[in-house]
């Protein structure tokens, strides 16, 4: 788009931030733009949760934390991404709360409708299942994509009370559905014990690899992302974010917290340094504002959603620059 | 069973309360006794509400709540309850998170093998869902019944996004599968807007007789009871308490919240005049932990679930008497 | 307007009340629509406060609890109000942070091109000093008014720390302007502890009548409603309600409680009563949402909004009838 | 004392409430003045409780929850209470944590220093047993007395763990010492369940009367002022508030907190009725913060402290008169 | 014990997580079993705590939140600990609440009557005033012990408010009952002011050495976990963990927390990276639920204990390997 | 001060930390000693916030967190600072709440009587527009300043709804007023997006010096301690902390929280590295206890005053060394 035809977000110098819209960082509502780069999506279904509901209502309070955020310009990034991109708030898909098999094709149909090769979303969750509809969505446009996926679990069980599609399955479905190229994901952050050995075992079957949180204090920053950009290669990438990754001093307000996790600091270190380039879409999930205090869960979600806009903004710099 | 066979709860001067056992009230659990009056158990589904979910701990919340009762005398019904009837806890009921007709069936199974006639369940929701389950078990050895329904809402909406087994509208299903006596229930406490006019038509058509929360205001305690008891008439009662019955004040830790309700003062009241002798079974349901603070709502159901249990054991003291 | 051609809120069995707009009631916006009978207005401002600030995020609390309205129709009232006013969501005034006068001429301004005498505004606040400004637009239109102000406070102090108008100072600046009319005024509810024996002997002087919360007890409900209608006679009326009338057991989210407020259902009944045939305008202020829990406070004040609305909507039934 | 002499507390129009001495009310401390008519006595101790601690931290909230008051006048009682008596706040008696009789023997100590005929203490608690130790103190001056007792519990167990001076006993150890008056006592407020029917029979042998909850929705507010009168006659009264009379959505930061008690506005109107020319002392215990949100319970107890000198100083303002 | 007798945890994919048993992580309770490797046992005493009480409820909300736990597999230290060793819960010793040395009496009777040369607790207190209770009954099997103490006070004063076994005294008594191998003991995580240099002093008159917080920043982990190894050498080891040895943003439910802490992912790794093949024994001790939030706290203490759990497995593992 | 005659604070070790005294860290008052050296001071002013207000109770909330410092020796300092210095709680400045000037000129004033050469200020705040009276105040005495701030926000806006003298603004009226000395300054911890680029810009004009968040993961402390060394020279340094500073899991209870801060440890290490021989003064700002819990940023703020006054008792030691 060109620059001087973008919207931006209500002005905090002119409208108090406590004030006006509730969309994401007062971004215009789609039916305000003639078309968009990148728009932010809710998705409020929980009804793929294990342990903790609650992430319905996500969307909502990650919006209201949203506000806070003063979203001009991005100075470690060096990008003012709503001037460089058109970005959107989509609004919310109205998600069957009873039905996982209909939230996921509502899911799907919703995305379909918003993305296209030019077209991003970034949406938020809602809890973990919500991924999948939104992957099947993405590669009937772009194909088999990598995931970068940053959880403490690895959400590849086989099935969970006889549902398939939960938000502890939904990474082995994706690989089963072909909606994954082989080899070429990864999770960041695992921790915690599991159900079953076995689980590691299928996990590296289905091709993930995986850095566990122990392995990060190994590791560092700059050895993760080296991995994280050879596991993608030149392949369309997809970021998915639990907010369970932190840990839960940082993200109380989630479903399944796993003691041990990233401080906020490690985790946008690593957002900032993942593959960019090849990111065609990303989501930030698990979300459960009962369990928040101060909207402290919130903001980090709402702030992760701003660094994945101004990472897809600084790639139109790049390729202007 | 003879008073000196009983198993009373743990008891408070030889073991403080924060201590100990974590069944209802402390009581014994169901395989510590060769047979029992009333047993406790626990419904954790919260797959069918429409709003705030979390109402899966609640069984857990109550528990932790009823060790800070002190049960062994009920000084306004003159009653020593846990020396009259041999009460337990019979544990949770381990419903499926995912599927609503799998939970009900796993509600309706499990308490089937827990009553007869001389039997008694007093079960702790999860959301209003589960009543219906109990009520397919209970209406196996008792017939259709009347039910006294304390709620804020109908819960006689035809179906929600697809859904016809939820907690709005459980109380028609029981009534079309012929669970319900016609003309012999009664909601108490109704209040709040509707999403159509023709929810309290349909309501009445179905033989349901109303108290909203306006009503009682003019009624009073004395005549609420009245009413309820020429309702009930010499049928079977069951008795189902939708803790959003309390006002927000006193209830704050649950799903559907409406401004406007009871005390829990008045509550207890109008609860020890209901027709005790007919009452084959109760359900305390809706508590939703993460909302509450300090217990004040797990303790309030807490109360009502020993209040019910003292009313049975009146039953059998009456009868002796 | 004609009925076939209002447009209602989102439906909720449509869109889960979780999910979609963040307007009141998720009303249409105002710029959804040609005209309207009824606007919701959010007065984020709370620089007039002298105790625990923070009602500038009232607004935006307030909308979020009213998604868990079911709007249709309201059974006590036995009026569909959004299908009989078009009801709308005009959004909020930017009121500037840090300048009392400012703050009050950009309410003053705000409210004045949203009202007519066929247009009513419903402003959720921001602390009690919004009420001038919206007391200056109004009379604009309607001349000097009778107030009908629920309060535990009389806001009638002459100035505090040399500042004029401020939530505690309101009501007199609003007589000494000439806003209201002499001897028509009521406050009920008034109750705590004062600087100053004469506020009470200054508050009469500026024809203001008092129905304190320990008055209350002995006059019920209709005695009080009588009074408000005698007071107001055939005036034009305005209610004022600060959600401290309510005990801090209903309304702990607010920046000046008392003990020994109205409960929920108390204020209920007299809102109810109120002569409505005479409101041309409403307010509910001071809710500060960092002191409620479970959203307790903020769901009191969106239900009084929508009795409100219900009420003005029962005012065009009456005459249609 | 001289009215002209007194020194009142902090001004609010000159200081913000907000800011300034911690003492209660924003009183002058002891050292401050050269006389004193009432003292505020704080007794941080709760190693006498049976479930939940930590009204060790009651006074240092309820001081803090004070500075909301605006204390010079209040218009129900029409007394200007600090302008009429000299009121000071003379800090806390240092507790032993750890041994129950030293703490009771601190708080006799330190109440002897400061209690004479004229001079009288309002003591924030701190758990029911420090009640005792006030208690030794007082009869030390006034011989025997008459005690109202608002509490949900009776407190006149036996012994409890070995301990025979807790918050549970300190009752019937009252009346063992020789300090209560025989059949001049009354219990305002009981409620829920006990351990052991002879609770009530030894109650009644100590020469208490009850009023439960359950009875005063039969008597009314009148009723049991009328007993409570009749009980005390004109022996030397002392008022006792444990604040878990209130029932737990006005109290939630109490250590055992039971289901249907009284409103804030019926526990004000029994206490300004209560024979308050006999009232020697008074204290307000169970306070419990951590347990509490948004003051409200150390705001009801703050107001309560209040109202009581405010008694006291009409006592005063009767003889003048 | 045969691996095939093994009673395991009940299973999270059958039984919900948040339905069923309240035993820790859902394992056998004591009297399920013919014999056992480790117990879990509660010891829900908190009254020997100087500042915030509240560690009576601790066993409890750490059993509460041990049921987030997927407890089959330990994938950093690749050990299936609850097919390993036979792991139980043993419920909680009944803790006098107003006598500490009647407390200190029943733990060490408690845990006598639990422990072997081949059967260990893992206690969860409680303040650390049980671990004096503990030592005692270990000590009786091992004889003295080197101990492994984590926290940020050094718990080395001689009374408190003449009290000589409190939680700040606790390691002083135990080094001068005989308890403690001089010389072998280690502080680990020790920061904040003192009441007096001269307890720096005593603490290393008592042979204990310290690892600041402050010194860890400039040590590491490894050199951390090799100065634990070196010290214990080859004599039998407690270990010691008081939560508030994480910094407050990782554990605000805690009695006496202090800025500067340890972030959870430091503590795993130096737990980890202990001694284990000397451990006997080991305790979590101070989650005061009532300042905890989102549970946390408990969380965090709930998963060291499965951590040393899985410890103790990996012992056996090894010796079988 | 001869050390023999100085005053230290109630002995936590007589009067249990939870009674007592409400001063910081229970310091006698200012009107109890006959001179100080270091005063503590409260500014309890939020009229210049631009998003959650409230830090006008962070004073009252600081000084109650300060009980649980046990403040008479600092290991990690080697220092007792109470018996090397004097130090005194001045109490609060009572600031105008509605008229920032105002506010400005009462800090400015009161700062002033209490500031010489030789005696110094701590001051609480309030949000961070009082630094700029107190900076007025300082160069009365000192002259222009170095400051050293530590903040995730740069606070040199030009002005903000009109306002030229908000938290967002006070360091570029500080320099436009000459209270700063031309690069000598240095802003440490900035983070977050921002209004506008030229900020950055415009910062760097009014010779600020920053080291961002992220500048921070790769110098590490000694490097920015070294930095802040170079640029603060010989001259008389202010040391202004806004607790926003560290990350929102460390300091919930603030007004404009960011993602991605410090720690509290390494937040400490730099303080104690700072180049405290030249300080003259210091703040500890921003501290919004409505929205802390556990009062964990309260604690982190006492004990960073704590930590600077044993910095400044350190100066003197190694004078007199």
Same mark, same amino acid.
């Given at each position: 788009?060109?620059?001087?035809?973008?919207?931006?977000?209500?002005?905090?110098?002119?409208?108090?931030?406590?004030?006006?819209?509730?969309?994401?960082?007062?971004?215009?509502?789609?039916?305000?733009?003639?078309?968009?780069?990148?728009?932010?999506?809710?998705?409020?279904?929980?009804?793929?949760?294990?342990?903790?509901?609650?992430?319905?209502?996500?969307?909502?309070?990650?919006?209201?934390?949203?506000?806070?955020?003063?979203?001009?310009?991005?100075?470690?990034?060096?990008?003012?991404?709503?001037?460089?991109?058109?970005?959107?708030?989509?609004?919310?898909?109205?998600?069957?709360?009873?039905?996982? +098999?209909? *939230?996921?094709?509502?899911?799907?149909?919703?995305?379909?409708?918003?993305?296209?090769? #030019? $077209?991003? !979303?970034?949406? =938020?969750?809602?809890?973990?299942?919500?991924?999948?509809?939104?992957?099947?969505?993405?590669?009937?446009?772009?194909?088999?994509?990598?995931?970068?996926?940053?959880?403490?679990?690895?959400?590849?069980?086989?099935?969970?009370?006889?549902?398939?599609?939960?938000?502890?399955?939904?990474?082995?479905?994706?690989?089963?559905?072909?909606?994954?190229?082989?080899?070429?994901?990864?999770?960041?952050?695992?921790?915690?014990?599991?159900?079953?050995?076995?689980?590691?075992?299928?996990?590296?079957?289905?091709?993930?690899?995986?850095?566990?949180?122990?392995?990060?204090?190994?590791?560092?920053?700059?050895?993760?992302?080296?991995?994280?950009?050879?596991?993608?290669?030149?392949?369309?990438?997809?970021?998915?974010?639990?907010?369970?990754?932190? +840990?839960? *001093?940082?993200?109380?307000?989630?479903?399944?917290?796993?003691?041990?996790?990233?401080? #906020? $600091?490690? !985790?946008?270190? =690593?957002?900032?340094?993942?593959?960019?380039?090849?990111?065609?879409?990303?989501?930030?999930?698990?979300?459960?504002?009962?369990?928040?205090?101060?909207?402290?869960?919130?903001?980090?979600?709402?702030?992760?959603?701003?660094?994945?806009?101004?990472?897809?903004?600084?790639?139109?710099?790049?390729?202007?620059?």
């Amino acid at each position: 788009m060109n620059p001087e035809d973008i919207v931006g977000p209500v002005e905090g110098t002119k409208v108090p931030r406590f004030a006006g819209e509730s969309t994401f960082a007062r971004l215009p509502r789609i039916d305000q733009v003639s078309d968009y780069d990148v728009a932010i999506l809710g998705a409020p279904f929980d009804g793929g949760v294990s342990y903790r509901p609650g992430a319905r209502f996500g969307p909502m309070a990650i919006r209201q934390a949203s506000r806070h955020l003063r979203p001009a310009y991005h100075p470690d990034l060096q990008v003012a991404p709503f001037r460089t991109i058109q970005a959107v708030d989509a609004g919310d898909i109205p998600c069957n709360p009873f039905d996982i +098999d209909s *939230a996921l094709k509502q899911i799907d149909d919703g995305a379909s409708e918003l993305v296209s090769d #030019s $077209r991003k !979303l970034v949406t =938020l969750g809602g809890d973990h299942t919500v991924t999948l509809g939104l992957l099947r969505a993405l590669v009937k446009v772009h194909g088999p994509i990598a995931m970068i996926h940053f959880d403490s679990h690895l959400d590849t069980w086989d099935s969970y009370f006889g549902a398939d599609r939960t938000h502890g399955t939904f990474m082995r479905r994706a690989f089963e559905e072909g909606l994954l190229i082989e080899d070429k994901s990864l999770h960041v952050g695992i921790r915690g014990p599991l159900y079953d050995q076995q689980d590691l075992i299928n996990d590296k079957n289905f091709g993930f690899s995986t850095v566990r949180a122990a392995d990060f204090d190994r590791m560092g920053v700059e050895e993760v992302i080296g991995l994280a950009r050879k596991r993608v290669g030149d392949s369309p990438m997809y970021l998915s974010i639990d907010i369970d990754v932190l +840990d839960p *001093a940082f993200a109380p307000g989630t479903g399944t917290p796993e003691m041990g996790g990233f401080t #906020s $600091r490690e !985790l946008l270190s =690593l957002v900032r340094g993942m593959p960019r380039e090849q990111m065609i879409g990303a989501d930030i999930v698990e979300v459960a504002p009962a369990y928040d205090h101060a909207e402290i869960t919130s903001l980090a979600a709402a702030t992760l959603a701003y660094e994945i806009m101004s990472l897809m903004a600084l790639n139109v710099t790049d390729k202007k620059g």
